[in-house]
């Protein structure tokens, strides 16, 4: 299946447009008819046409959204409900235009006869790959309920781990950009005015004058090359980015950072235990579920020590062995409780246990990263506000002591 714009007269005469999910050109425009509309142009969308109108004409869908949606979806499911009959009533109370029309294709995939999870798979954007295999197991188990409300648990605690790293971040960030924008602002307006003055006079300029009013002089003559440069640099990093060895170089050495190197394992962790506990409790076999795990945690270098593991699985090992030589990341509390989980049957309870304990150090870290960095960001405002007393009042105090010579 593919989408189509259209461009088609409701009841009224008016002309409505919009994006319509059909197998082809003829299926469009049987929906379009079954849905009293009178089509008069039916076009393909690319997937860069797609994307393009997504970002441009439609909000985009929140983890918030799917959350709400999936919550609702496991309630109306245990109430008995008609999965299509549900499906038409949450896309009704759904604002959102774009996960409306989502969950309208969504609700004819389903009329037609697909399942759940063959529907949610056509929208990978909304429906991640780890949410449909969920969703494939609860249809395989029979328990499409439990299934849906163990994505929502999981979705919920990622989004609670995301929103706290952004806060903790939100306070240093701002104060840098504040930082940055006082000092533009000083090279820019204010020590040109004492360039002049300080330039004319007879006596020599401290080391901390000269650095200032060069920088200023710099940053008033030369900002079209330092812009130039900085869309360079900043190009440059993005397609370095893409390059797969730098990339994995990169991921490596997330891991290995001194300051937040620790807190990036422990998140790395977390949210790899997680979704591999939820997916081997809803019945996932281990090495799809190592299939899948990966695409969760964005880092190319943790992506390809996965692969090794699955891979010595495969040859017959087992699965602590795997993580104790394959995974070197990993702390050996969790390869300890791997191994315990694996010997006794509850891999997806010792699992829970990682994730509780590294969860709980993620959030005191993460409290406490304002109160460490408060006192880093003090030290750099004094310095800063030092150097420039310096480099304005050294240049006048020596030109007062040489009139009173």
């Not at 994730?355 to 870290?365: G, L, P, Q, S, W």
């Amino acid at each position: 299946m593919r989408n189509y714009t259209y461009r088609a007269r409701n009841l009224t005469g008016r002309i409505v447009e919009g994006t319509i999910r059909a197998n082809d050109q003829n299926a469009a425009y049987e929906q379009l008819t079954e849905d009293k509309l009178i089509p008069v142009e039916i076009l393909p969308v690319t997937a860069s046409t797609e994307n393009a109108m997504s970002r441009l004409f439609f909000e985009r869908i929140r983890d918030e959204d799917v959350i709400l949606f999936t919550r609702q979806l496991s309630t109306m499911l245990k109430a008995g409900i008609p999965i299509v009959q549900t499906m038409e009533i949450l896309r009704d109370q759904i604002e959102n235009k774009r996960f409306k029309q989502i969950l309208s294709g969504v609700s004819r995939t389903l009329t037609a006869g697909s399942r759940l999870s063959e529907a949610m798979s056509e929208y990978p954007n909304v429906f991640a790959r780890e949410y449909v295999s969920i969703v494939v197991s609860g249809e395989t188990g029979g328990d499409l309920v439990k299934a849906l409300s163990s994505i929502a648990q999981w979705m919920e605690r990622e989004l609670e781990i995301r929103t706290a790293i952004k806060s903790a971040l939100r306070y240093p960030l701002m104060v840098c950009i504040a930082l940055i924008m006082a000092a533009i602002i000083m090279l820019t307006f204010v020590i040109p005015k004492f360039a002049a003055f300080f330039v004319n006079s007879t006596v020599a300029l401290p080391l901390p004058t000269r650095i200032l009013l060069a920088g200023s002089n710099l940053l008033q003559h030369s900002w079209p090359i330092l812009l130039g440069m900085a869309i360079i640099i900043g190009v440059g990093t993005v397609f370095l980015m893409r390059v797969k060895s730098v990339r994995l170089q990169i991921d490596k050495i997330k891991f290995h950072m001194r300051l937040f190197g620790p807190v990036y394992t422990k998140i790395v962790v977390a949210r790899f235990g997680r979704i591999f506990a939820m997916l081997v409790r809803n019945g996932v076999p281990v090495l799809k579920a190592l299939e899948i795990a990966p695409t969760v945690v964005a880092n190319t270098f943790f992506q390809k020590l996965l692969v090794n593991v699955r891979q010595f699985i495969q040859d017959g090992n087992t699965i602590a062995d795997a993580f104790l030589n394959e995974m070197p990341i990993f702390p050996p509390m969790v390869t300890s409780l791997i191994a315990v989980g694996e010997k006794t049957g509850s891999l997806d309870d010792m699992l829970d246990q990682v994730v509780d304990f590294y969860d709980m150090e993620i959030n005191y870290t993460l409290k406490n990263m304002t109160t460490m960095i408060e006192p880093i960001i003090t030290v750099v405002i004094g310095a800063g506000a030092l150097f420039l007393a310096l480099s304005i009042f050294l240049p006048i105090w020596n030109m007062s002591q040489a009139l009173t010579r």
